[in-house]
């Protein structure tokens, strides 16, 4: 470790904050340099569309950990300040105000942000986004005084604000170009639960909606679609993310559906290390963006950057909550995998993805967190399961431990 002289993180997020925590527990005393683009310290995004929309949490209470702990890690902040350009021979990286930070190991947690399908849209006034805290505090001002709130693309951000809106009485519209909401992380047969879950609470679903044009009007935002138009007061753009690849690609640096690294984080330049959203997940092959992949490949990353012995497998898991249910995703949706429903009067319904030997590949539950932790110990011993116990509601599946 003492030869590692310089270590610089891009990026302010989970997995930046989890690394640098890591490698001061791990003994690293050496200079320990974080590039951000925010002036916040470094915060969670889970709450952004839950608590400090709703109110019940302040911005300063998002902070990864204490502020003692914090002043512990003896960060030197670059910040806000932008990266421009790696400098793989020199082992260098450019800032915007023309500094070049050096550094002996480097960690790439740059996150995504959001996408828009159309970048005039930025430009139209009551069109926002929601991935950061200054997002968050613009949208929930937003929804103090609006009527008639838009969603569009229906997805984990957008069905929580959503919820959020309509539990403050506000007319929701969620347009959705797919025919299903969540379509690529979750079977139809969930996608169709969770759209009972929004109609119940009376949010309108334009499903299969085509393209959408956007216009700024005297009485807010129009919306026009192949079929009609109408007017809202706040429109929420949560289309997606688009990965913050620039720095990587520009570097030279291997991709795939992310940056392309290994079970220790490393990516195809042996000092080069990415954690987080923009890090492709080293067995399944494309981008995991979750709360517990940011974490837990963050502490990952920090270890291999050390050159500690360390292989990150995790299983992908994240959750929602909507309309005050919990709503818990473990593993990775496919096609191809057998279903099975278990239905439960009390509406905590849980639905399964096997593969062709009945092993658990993916499972959501509706409420019921311990079935997910059930799950996890299933999917990590490849247990083999039948089908008919896990539809059976009336058998305990604590009793399959």
């Not at 640096?253 to 984080?265: A, C, E, P, R, T």
């Not at 990353?301 to 309309?323: C, E, F, K």
């Not at 278990?342 to 539950?365: C, K, P, S, T, W």
Request: aromatic share 6%.
């Amino acid at each position: 470790m003492s030869s590692l002289q310089d270590i610089v993180i891009i990026g302010g997020g989970q997995a930046a904050g989890w690394a640098a925590k890591t490698l001061r527990d791990l003994g690293y005393d050496q200079r320990l340099r974080v590039v951000a683009d925010e002036t916040h310290d470094f915060y969670e995004r889970p709450p952004l569309s839950k608590d400090i929309l709703s109110g019940t949490l302040a911005p300063g209470q998002l902070s990864l950990f204490p502020a003692e702990l914090l002043a512990s890690l003896a960060i030197d902040w670059q910040r806000p300040r932008r990266a421009l350009a790696i400098d793989r021979q020199q082992r260098q990286v450019m800032l915007d105000n023309g500094i070049a930070l050096a550094y002996d190991r480097l960690l790439i947690a740059t996150g995504s942000r959001s996408r828009l399908p159309d970048p005039a849209w930025a430009h139209i006034a009551g069109v926002l986004t929601l991935r950061s805290v200054d997002d968050a505090l613009a949208l929930r001002q937003r929804l103090a005084s609006c009527q008639r709130l838009a969603v569009i693309g229906g997805g984990w951000i957008g069905l929580e604000v959503a919820s959020l809106a309509r539990g403050q009485g506000i007319d929701v519209v969620i347009y959705e170009r797919g025919p299903y909401l969540c379509g690529r992380s979750i079977g139809n047969d969930v996608s169709t639960r969770l759209a009972a879950l929004h109609r119940e609470r009376e949010i309108a679903l334009r499903l299969d909606c085509g393209d959408l044009r956007l216009a700024q009007v005297p009485t807010g935002v129009r919306i026009t679609t192949p079929a009609d138009a109408a007017v809202y007061d706040t429109v929420l753009v949560g289309a997606g993310a688009q990965l913050n690849t620039e720095l990587a690609q520009a570097a030279g640096l291997q991709l795939g559906h992310g940056i392309v690294v290994d079970g220790s984080g490393r990516t195809s330049d042996p000092a080069i290390y990415a954690a987080g959203d923009v890090a492709q997940h080293p067995r399944h092959g494309l981008c995991v963006q979750s709360w517990a992949n940011a974490q837990n490949q963050g502490i990952a990353s920090a270890r291999g950057m050390l050159g500690l012995d360390v292989n990150y497998d995790d299983i992908p898991w994240l959750w929602s909550d909507q309309h005050g249910i919990n709503i818990q995703i473990l593993g990775l949706h496919s096609e191809h995998n057998r279903r099975v429903h278990r239905a439960a009067e009390d509406g905590r319904d849980i639905y399964f993805q096997l593969d062709q030997q009945a092993r658990l590949q993916h499972m959501v539950a509706f409420g019921d967190a311990r079935a997910i932790k059930l799950g996890r110990r299933w999917m990590s011993a490849a247990r083999q399961l039948d089908p008919a116990v896990l539809a059976d509601p009336g058998i305990d599946l604590m009793a399959l431990r």
